[in-house]
Every structure is written in C-alpha cells, then in structure tokens.
C-alpha cells in the first residue's frame, strides 16, 4: 500500500453532495480504533478485553467535563457522548489539560516500534498546535481529530497542506514535502518497505511537485494544492496517509 496524504478515497465521496448529505457516523470499535491518536486516549478507560462496538463510550462522564461542551460539539463532527469519553481518557492521559511534543512521540513510538516515529510525531505536534506555544488543548486535539476522522475531502486537505507547510509561510516548498515523505517513510521502517530504494521519498516528490506547483515558482500555494489533489484521481489515491498513520 502506497503511502500518501489523505483519507482512502474509497472511503471518501469526492462528490460535492457530501457536503449536504453528510451524516454522522458512530464513534465504533471499527471506525475510530483505527486512529493512532484515539486508540492512545481510549486506552486508558477502555474495559480490557471487552469486544463491544460502545464499550469505550459506556463510561461514567459526569466528572469529566470540557469547558464549553457544546460549543465544541458545534465545532466537531462528535457527538456529546464521544466528547465526554474522549475528554476523560485525555484528562486520564494528561491531568494538566495539555499534550506536549514528547508525549506524541511517546504514542508514535509505541504504534510504530519498527522505524524511528520521532520526526514525524514532531511535525503532527507542530500541526496540531495551531498557536506554536508548544502544548496542545483538549480543544485543538479534538477539533484536529474531527477533520482528519470525519472531516470533508477539502477540511482534510487544508489539513494536510498545513502539515506539509512546516515554517507556516502559507508555501509547501520540495524540501518542506521531502521532510514530511521522509519522516513517514522512517516511521513506517524498512519492515514495511523493506525493497525501497533511498531515493524513494524523493521520487514521490518530484512525481506531487510536477503535477502541483502549476506556474513552476518552486513553490506550492494552498490553491494549487487544492485544485491539483482534487482534480487528481492518482494523487487521491496514492494519499493515504491520514487513515494509516495518524
């Protein structure tokens, strides 16, 4: 399986009705265990052993309540249920409210013991943590987790183009998309793609940088990031990066 940016477009309707008819899916076993994050939150409150869909979700949610509940319920695409259950595994995780950068590369590590996840996680932090202060809030954790999980095809490669946008300066240049390739394809380890040669990552940037950076500046724009990736059916579904490494 290639690795790639986003969500697996079988997965993801690329139709503007998605918008529109959009429903809520379940916080499942299936569905959000596959997520990284969630499973190190979950871990935590989750009854062991248990094989229920809504086992995660049957917990006592009274003590733990995050400021302005329905305000990010109306920012997310979570129920008040799954935010209660997400909000007590993250206070049971991280008592001070904050997730600093060690404790996601301590997450990345543990899911990825066959390559070196440091570089990545610390790039993932750096995206998550919208103001640069170097902790993040329960806030901005679920409000990122909703567009990666639940988000639409377009929320999901704003996303993307701010993780590749390493200095922030609104341009994902070749060396900015070669860091992020690389960092994954360290994660992933040689296990993973024990034929690929050193040059990989950068083939796979040389390949998304012909394609994006439209009037050949040397740089990718937001627009052209957009306009490229959506128009694009290889580009969609060689990335699939969200689904398998977040």
């Known amino acids: 399986r290639r690795t790639g940016l986003l969500g697996d477009p079988g997965h993801t309707p690329l139709s503007k009705k998605e918008d529109i008819k959009w429903q809520r899916p379940r916080l499942t076993r299936q569905a959000l265990m596959r997520c990284c994050l969630v499973k190190w939150i979950l871990s935590s409150t989750a009854p062991q052993g248990s094989d229920s869909s809504d086992s995660e979700l049957e917990l006592s949610t009274v003590r733990h309540q995050p400021e302005g509940l329905d305000q990010l319920q109306a920012q997310t695409k979570f129920t008040k249920k799954e935010l209660q259950s997400l909000y007590r595994g993250f206070k049971n995780e991280c008592p001070t409210g904050l997730v600093d950068e060690d404790t996601f590369k301590l997450i990345y590590s543990?899911?990825?013991?066959?390559?070196?996840?440091?570089?990545?996680?610390?790039?993932?932090?750096?995206?998550?943590?919208a103001d640069g202060n170097g902790a993040i809030r329960f806030e901005d954790f679920v409000v990122g987790l909703s567009i990666l999980l639940r988000g639409t095809v377009h929320e999901k490669l704003k996303w993307a183009f701010n993780l590749y946008d390493i200095n922030k300066d609104g341009y994902i240049?070749?060396?900015?998309?070669?860091a992020i390739m690389k960092s994954i394809y360290d994660m992933m380890g040689r296990h993973t793609y024990p034929i690929l040669r050193e040059d990989a990552p950068m083939e796979h940037v040389e390949r998304f940088f012909q394609k994006m950076d439209r009037n050949q500046d040397g740089v990718v724009t937001i627009d052209e990031f957009l306009e490229t990736c959506q128009?694009?059916?290889?580009?969609?579904?060689?990335?699939?990066?969200?689904?398998?490494?977040?």
């Open 173 to 178: 240049t070749k060396e900015e998309m070669l």
């Open 231 to 246: 128009k694009d059916e290889n580009i969609m579904s060689s990335m699939q990066l969200f689904e398998n490494v977040i």
């Open 110 to 129: 543990q899911f990825f013991p066959q390559g070196d996840a440091t570089t990545y996680a610390h790039f993932l932090f750096n995206a998550f943590d």
